[in-house]
């Protein structure tokens, strides 16, 4: 019998899939119309699919072989949460530097509440320091 708690863990899989892809398309109408994110560094929490898009598309043109390794993933009631692994080259700026052409790795734990059949909000938590650390000019020296 699939319950709830596996049609969301599919969801999300697929979710994570779609976006490696770069089916911005899917990904986004995998969210529910009001979606909301909450996000490190923002004072509020970011509202509408069309602001996950722009970010997430800025991530994959900057990162644009990333490949999404999801570690562990578990649910309850409406929400999931993963320990997800990126992987991918620095072709393009990202956070305003430019492509160092460097391999990058960096880790997120991340929470989703799903409404129905689409993801309705998310709280992301990515290694971002470890990420700059990656692609600043001072590590492309010091490696």
């Not at 899917?26 to 529910?32: K, V």
């Not at 999801?70 to 929400?79: L, N, P, R, T």
């Not at 909000?121 to 990656?134: H, N, R, T």
Request: overall charge negative; charged content about 25%.
């Amino acid at each position: 019998m699939v319950t709830s708690v596996d049609k969301n863990l599919a969801l999300l899989r697929t979710a994570y899939r779609m976006m490696e892809s770069g089916d911005l398309d899917a990904c986004t109408g995998m969210l529910t119309e009001d979606f909301i994110a909450n996000v490190p560094g923002a004072p509020e929490p970011l509202r509408g699919r069309e602001i996950w898009r722009l970010g997430t598309q800025s991530m994959l043109e900057a990162f644009p072989d990333l490949q999404i390794t999801v570690e562990e993933m578990f649910g309850v009631h409406d929400k999931v949460a993963a320990r997800v692994d990126f992987r991918g080259t620095h072709r393009a700026t990202f956070q305003r530097l430019a492509a160092t052409d460097r391999a990058v790795s960096f880790k997120s734990i991340e929470m989703y509440r799903i409404e129905g059949d689409k993801i309705a909000e998310e709280w992301v938590s990515p290694d971002l320091i470890g990420l700059m650390q990656q692609i600043t000019p001072a590590a492309a020296v010091n490696q």
